[in-house]
């Protein structure tokens, strides 16, 4: 059975790479359909329109689809008909293509296998068409080059997403791995659902952070956002040995890494960036720290600017290469919307921006922990904040699973060098999927690090529904 010629397929030169296709598998899946039309919706879960290579094994398929749909026979007569309705049937060649589909139709048996090859080449034809697309990368075009990583990446990663496809579960099914895990938990009071965030409470109140969840951490500048971001990316990555990628639009890589170290050294963090370590016993504990660190799986980006699309793009490239459990950026008003034009407001700009993030936490099925600023009026105001002091908020409300502000309870932060611990609660002000409440925490600016203090408990408030 021959398919379209020359009229259809320009020929090839001698040195084009060829497409991957299978024309006679093409061919035999859709002729045991017409012959098997019970089997069409067992073959659609593994099979799509689109795998087909020739546009009229595309459209036969497409029309069996919409019959399907309308819960009608299919066979040869309702396909020709759909075909014809659509103003398609002369381009797939007639009823006499149709007729040689079912002449030489292979056994039903074969049906899933012969999908499977459908969609393989298929998915080697994605391969080689974003392999394409990176390649174009080095010419000019209109598209800038941000653009086309990151439309070349997001290619890649659906592809890798894509190439097996998950059946449905019953909820039968799906209730035995969960019920397991409940009772995991349960049985064990330091293991939480989510990503471990190293302090207990803070687990306890959120149950650890979770895939897809989209976290805000708010405080108003010098409060400790950074070092609360940090100290849970430490431990988590210490204690869970959880990848984590982090995003750091303020500050340098080597800032970063001089606040953990001298969290880990338990090191004045001034007398590090001052020169004034001295002793042997400091220097010891500068290199176990340094040592400890090495293997911590944390991954850091710390170009200013950067734009959502650049954020997206690399974070693809973070989960691919490392496999990050979660993702840290800090801050939110630092980056630059990819599509914003120069007369957008500063709302429409965290729109983008906060949409952006929730759909990394989806797409890469990782918890994003971004940090924002709290606007003036909490000062002004002198009470504690509140969802409406987001700054410059746009849908950040609205999109955050989890909206935390970090509250300083008393004016400490601003007085002389004591270097008492700071008394700060982290305010839970938002929880989608579970109650709202305050973990007091306590900030040592010696040493840049939050503490639970040990007689503290977690204050939780009933739950507030979410809108159905």
């Known amino acids: 059975m021959d398919d379209y010629s020359a009229e259809t397929y320009a020929l090839a030169p001698p040195t084009a790479k060829v497409v991957p296709h299978d024309m006679i598998v093409e061919q035999s899946l859709l002729g045991a359909l017409l012959w098997n039309a ?20 595309r459209h036969i398929f497409e029309a069996m689809a919409t019959i399907a749909s309308r819960g009608d026979a299919i066979d040869s007569v309702t396909v020709s008909t759909q075909l014809a309705n659509a103003e398609k ?27 499977k090859i459908v969609q393989d080449k298929y ?22 080059i941000e653009q086309v990583i990151d439309e070349s990446e997001r290619e890649l990663f659906e592809i890798t997403q894509t190439h097996t496809h998950a059946r449905y579960k019953q909820v039968a099914d799906a209730i035995p791995d969960l019920v397991q895990e409940i009772i995991k938990v349960s049985d064990n009071t330091d293991q939480h659902r989510g990503i471990s965030t190293g302090y207990p409470k803070i687990d306890d109140a959120l149950s650890g952070f979770h895939p897809a969840d989209l976290i805000i951490l708010a405080a108003r500048p010098s409060v400790g956002k950074t070092s609360l971001a940090l100290d ?75 734009s959502t699309l ?58 994003v922990l971004a ?25 950040i409300e609205q999109d955050a699973d989890v909206v935390m502000f970090l509250h300083r309870r008393t004016d400490q932060m601003y007085d002389g060098e004591d270097d008492a611990p700071i008394p700060i609660d ?19 600016r010696k040493h840049a690090t939050f503490i639970e203090p040990a007689n503290e408990t977690y204050e939780s408030q009933a739950p507030v529904p979410e809108a159905f």
């Open 38 to 57: 019970d089997k069409f919706h067992d073959v659609a879960e593994v099979v799509e329109s689109d795998a087909f290579y020739a546009p009229r094994n």
């Open 89 to 115: 049937l002369e381009m797939i060649g007639g009823r006499e293509y149709l007729g040689e589909l079912v002449e030489q139709s292979p056994a039903a048996a074969h049906l899933e296998s012969y999908a």
């Open 123 to 144: 998915t080697r034809r994605r391969l080689q068409t974003a392999g394409t697309a990176i390649a174009e990368i080095s010419t000019e075009g209109e598209k800038d």
């Open 232 to 306: 849970i990316a430490r431990r988590s990555a210490s204690k869970q040995k959880t990848p984590v990628g982090i995003f750091s639009l303020e500050m340098s890589t080597s800032q970063l890494i001089e606040r953990l170290l001298a969290t880990e050294s338990r090191l004045d963090a001034w007398r590090m960036r001052t020169g004034k370590i001295k002793s042997q016993q400091d220097f010891s504990a500068l290199n176990e720290a340094a040592d400890r660190l090495r293997t911590l799986p944390i991954f850091i980006d710390d170009r200013s600017g950067m």
């Open 310 to 367: 650049t954020i997206r793009s690399t974070a693809r490239r973070m989960k691919r290469e490392h496999d990050i459990k979660m993702l840290i950026v800090d801050y939110l008003q630092l980056i630059t919307p990819h599509d914003g034009r120069g007369n957008d407001s500063m709302v429409q700009h965290i729109t983008e921006v906060s949409r952006t993030l929730k759909q990394v936490a989806r797409e890469l099925s990782i918890p």
């Open 371 to 395: 940090l924002s600023q709290l606007s003036r009026d909490v000062e002004k105001r002198e009470g504690k904040p509140r969802l409406s002091d987001l700054r410059d908020s746009g849908s």
């Open 426 to 444: 982290l305010m839970i002000e938002k929880h989608r999927n579970g109650p709202t409440g305050k973990v007091a925490l306590q900030f040592d």
